[in-house]
T-cell receptor, first 110, second 112 residues
Framework: QKEVEQDPGPLSVPEGAIVSLNCTYS??????FMWYRQYSRKGPELLMY????GNKEDGRFTAQVDKSSKYISLFIRDSQPSDSATYLC??????????FGTGTSLTVIP | DGGITQSPKYLFRKEGQNVTLSCEQN?????MYWYRQDPGQGLRLIYY???????QKGDIAEGYSVSREKKESFPLTVTSAQKNPTAFYLC???????????FGSGTRLTVV
């Protein structure tokens, strides 16, 4: 079983829609959770970072961690064409070695 | 501006050759990492280093080597022992363990 599973999509939504991106993980010891955005042929950039459980909000982005279900989510409100990218989740128990999801490809249509 | 610089952006290698990918950061980060990204797979950790002159193997270290002689630099050598080296290589750094990574823009290596 993989440490983290992520639906690769692709996901296509109209501009202004709410987007929900999700990952599931296998090890209940994981406690570091991150979301990255990666544009084509670029390095990933950190969007959200949470430790342990709960929600975190930053502008149009909200990250949620449900440790009982071993499920993390990233919500994007009022999605924009500039949000079109691949979104990667990353999870760790030690903070040294992160396990990355395969990424979900998102296209926001104007 | 602070950041991570990876060079070259594109690299072509003949089979049987070693090649070194450069990674330099001016963020004063202690930890540095090398990941490999293949289509349909998540990023996989090759090596990481938390302090100068020390580094640890990740999940897929076979066929790769690294050095950390300076805090700012963490070069990766892809040796001829790596059987499937064609991939997108990403270098990252972080200020402390568990904090978010800053990634470079990557090096795309192709074996010809």
């Amino acid at each position: 079983q993989k440490e983290v599973e992520q639906d690769p999509g692709p996901l296509s939504v109209p501009e202004g829609a709410i987007v929900s991106l999700n990952c599931t993980y296998s090890n209940s010891a994981f406690q570091y959770f991150m979301w990255y955005r990666q544009y084509s042929r670029k390095g990933p950039e950190l969007l959200m970072y949470t430790y342990s459980s709960g929600n975190k909000e930053d502008g149009r982005f909200t990250a949620q961690v449900d440790k009982s279900s071993k499920y993390i989510s990233l919500f994007i409100r009022d999605s924009q064409p500039s949000d079109s990218a691949t979104y990667l989740c990353a999870i760790s128990n030690t903070g040294n070695q992160f396990y990355f999801g395969t990424g979900t490809s998102l296209t926001v249509i104007p | 501006d602070g950041g991570i610089t990876q060079s070259p952006k594109y690299l072509f290698r003949k089979e049987g050759q070693n090649v070194t990918l450069s990674c330099e950061q001016n963020l004063n980060h202690d930890a540095m990492y090398w990941y490999r990204q293949d289509p349909g797979q998540g990023l996989r950790l090759i090596y990481y280093s938390q302090i100068v002159n020390d580094f640890q193997k990740g999940d897929i270290a076979e066929g790769y080597s690294v050095s950390r002689e300076k805090k700012e630099s963490f070069p990766l050598t892809v040796t001829s022992a790596q059987k499937n080296p064609t991939a997108f290589y990403l270098c990252a750094s972080s200020i402390v363990q568990g904090e978010g990574y800053t990634f470079g823009s990557g090096t795309r290596l192709t074996v010809v």
